[in-house]
């Protein structure tokens, strides 16, 4: 199942939540400002308003009931954390977590704007803009997860940073 939209795409994924098994829903949202040189999603940086929140909602729940019922959420983009989604994706983030969901989040900011800025629920975030210099080998295996880019880390729900240099390790070779 995929539903698709003016502001959002939702589909399954098994390489974008940070753990071995992967199963999960993923929201590509549309609006981003840091316009990353070789960006891979130039077609969601355009901003487009999520409208009805409890649609939404309802879509991303509908999706996750059609596999497997998963109760693993990501959402990217664009950025999820765009200045003009923030408020909207806290509450959504707090709706889904009261349903029993984990949530990771990809945004191309940095810890510290999180912090400030974004105060919805969340097990995992991914922050840092894609750096083309700094690009390597993304993927992800039953050892760990590697990102597009060597600045780019992921924390947990408590700013923990639980990567490094893009890498994240869940189980040593």
């Given at each position: 199942?995929?539903?698709?939209?003016?502001?959002?795409i939702i589909?399954?994924t098994?390489v974008?939540?940070?753990?071995?098994?992967?199963?999960?829903?993923?929201?590509?949202?549309r609006g981003?400002q840091h316009?990353?040189k070789?960006?891979?999603?130039?077609?969601?940086?355009n901003?487009?308003e999520?409208k009805n929140?409890?649609l939404?909602?309802d879509d991303?729940?509908d999706?996750?009931n059609?596999?497997?019922k998963t109760?693993?959420?990501?959402?990217?983009?664009?950025d999820?954390l765009?200045?003009?989604?923030?408020k909207?994706?806290?509450?959504?983030c707090?709706?889904?977590?009261?349903?029993g969901y984990?949530i990771?989040?990809?945004?191309?900011h940095?810890?510290?704007?999180?912090?400030?800025?974004?105060k919805?629920?969340?097990?995992f975030i991914?922050?840092?803009?894609?750096?083309?210099e700094?690009?390597?080998?993304s993927?992800?295996?039953?050892?760990?997860?590697?990102?597009?880019?060597?600045n780019?880390?992921?924390?947990n729900?408590?700013?923990?940073?639980?990567?490094?240099n893009?890498?994240?390790?869940?189980?040593?070779k």
């Amino acid at each position: 199942m995929k539903i698709e939209n003016e502001s959002y795409i939702i589909t399954r994924t098994f390489v974008d939540f940070p753990d071995d098994d992967g199963d999960a829903v993923i929201v590509f949202l549309r609006g981003c400002q840091h316009n990353c040189k070789g960006c891979h999603s130039p077609s969601l940086q355009n901003f487009v308003e999520i409208k009805n929140t409890h649609l939404f909602i309802d879509d991303i729940v509908d999706v996750a009931n059609s596999f497997n019922k998963t109760r693993k959420v990501v959402f990217s983009g664009g950025d999820p954390l765009h200045p003009l989604h923030l408020k909207k994706i806290e509450y959504v983030c707090d709706i889904l977590k009261s349903y029993g969901y984990s949530i990771c989040i990809y945004t191309g900011h940095k810890i510290d704007y999180v912090k400030m800025a974004f105060k919805g629920a969340f097990d995992f975030i991914k922050c840092g803009r894609y750096i083309e210099e700094e690009k390597q080998i993304s993927g992800k295996d039953s050892y760990g997860m590697t990102l597009a880019s060597r600045n780019q880390n992921f924390y947990n729900g408590k700013f923990k940073r639980l990567s490094k240099n893009g890498k994240l390790v869940w189980r040593k070779k």
